[in-house]
Antibody, heavy 118, light 107 residues
Framework: EVQLVQSGAEVKKPGESLKISCKGS????????IGWVRQMPGKGLEWMGI????????RYSPSFQGQVSISVDKSVSTAYLQWSSLKASDTAMYYC???????????WGKGTTVTVSS | DIQMTQSPSTLSASVGDRVTITCRAS??????LAWYQQKPGKAPKLLIY???SLQSGVPSRFSGSGSGTEFTLIISSLQPDDFATYYC?????????FGQGTKLEIK
C-alpha cells in the first residue's frame, strides 16, 4: 500500500527550531512531488510548497517563502519541513501529500501537530 | 497568484439531496483542479482530479465539471458519510492554492 508516514506531534517554545518528516513507501519516491499543507486550528487548508525528490527542485507559496524550508533525502525516501525559529502562529497541523502532475494530491500523510507555546 | 473562491461557505442539506458546490478561479486554470473531502481530525481525501475525473474508489455519486475559471462539485444523492468539509485546489501554475472550504452540514 502506498503510504506517507509523518513524524509525531511536537510541542516547542517560541524561538526553537524544528524539523518534521514525511516518509514515503511502496512507490517510486523520487519520481513524485511531495507537497506540504498547513491547517491552523479550525481553519482551512493552505498550500505551503512542494519538492521533487529526484532533483530537489522546490517551490514555495509566497506566504511561506523564507518562513520555512522544505528539503528531501531520497536515500531514505523522506521529505522534511523545517523552521529555524518557531512562532506561536506556527501552531497548526501540517500534512504532507504525494502530488502528481495529473492527479493533484492523491496520497496524504496523517498529519503532524505542531504546538508552539511558551 | 491565482485565488480560488468557493461558494457557499456552509451548506445545510438532508440525506438524499443533490448538492452543488462551486469554485471560481481568478485566472484561467484550464482543468487543473482537484476536489478534496475532509472530515474532522482526518487528512483530506482526493475525490476528483483534472476537474472531472473520479479518483479510484470514490463513489459515483460524486462528480465534477468545469474548465477555465468556473468549476462545480456535485453530490447526486447525499449519504450520511458525506457530511464533511470540501475544498477545491488548483495545480495549474505556482503557487498552487486551495479554496477556503465548504462545510456541508446536516439540515
Amino acid at each position: 500500500e502506498v503510504q506517507l508516514v509523518q513524524s509525531g506531534a511536537e510541542v516547542k517554545k517560541p524561538g526553537e527550531s524544528l524539523k518534521i518528516s514525511c516518509k514515503g513507501s511502496e512507490y517510486s519516491f523520487s519520481t513524485y512531488w511531495i507537497g506540504w499543507v498547513r491547517q491552523m486550528p479550525g481553519k482551512g487548508l493552505e498550500w505551503m510548497g512542494i519538492i521533487y525528490p529526484r532533483d530537489s527542485e522546490t517551490r514555495y507559496s509566497p506566504s511561506f517563502q523564507g518562513q520555512v524550508s522544505i528539503s528531501v533525502d531520497k536515500s531514505v525516501s523522506t521529505a522534511y519541513l523545517q523552521w529555524s525559529s518557531l512562532k506561536a502562529s506556527d501552531t497548526a497541523m501540517y500534512y504532507c501529500a504525494r502530488h502528481t502532475v495529473r492527479d493533484g494530491m492523491d496520497v496524504w500523510g496523517k498529519g503532524t501537530t505542531v504546538t508552539v507555546s511558551s | 497568484d491565482i485565488q480560488m473562491t468557493q461558494s457557499p461557505s456552509t451548506l445545510s442539506a438532508s440525506v438524499g439531496d443533490r448538492v452543488t458546490i462551486t469554485c471560481r478561479a481568478s485566472q484561467d486554470i484550464s482543468n487543473w483542479l482537484a476536489w478534496y473531502q475532509q472530515k474532522p481530525g482526518k487528512a483530506p481525501k482526493l475525490l476528483i482530479y483534472k476537474a472531472s475525473s473520479l479518483q479510484s474508489g470514490v463513489p459515483s455519486r460524486f462528480s465534477g465539471s468545469g474548465s477555465g475559471t468556473e468549476f462545480t462539485l456535485i453530490i447526486s444523492s447525499l449519504q450520511p458519510d458525506d457530511f464533511a468539509t470540501y475544498y477545491c485546489h488548483h495545480y495549474s501554475t505556482y503557487p498552487y492554492s486551495f479554496g477556503q472550504g465548504t462545510k456541508l452540514e446536516i439540515k
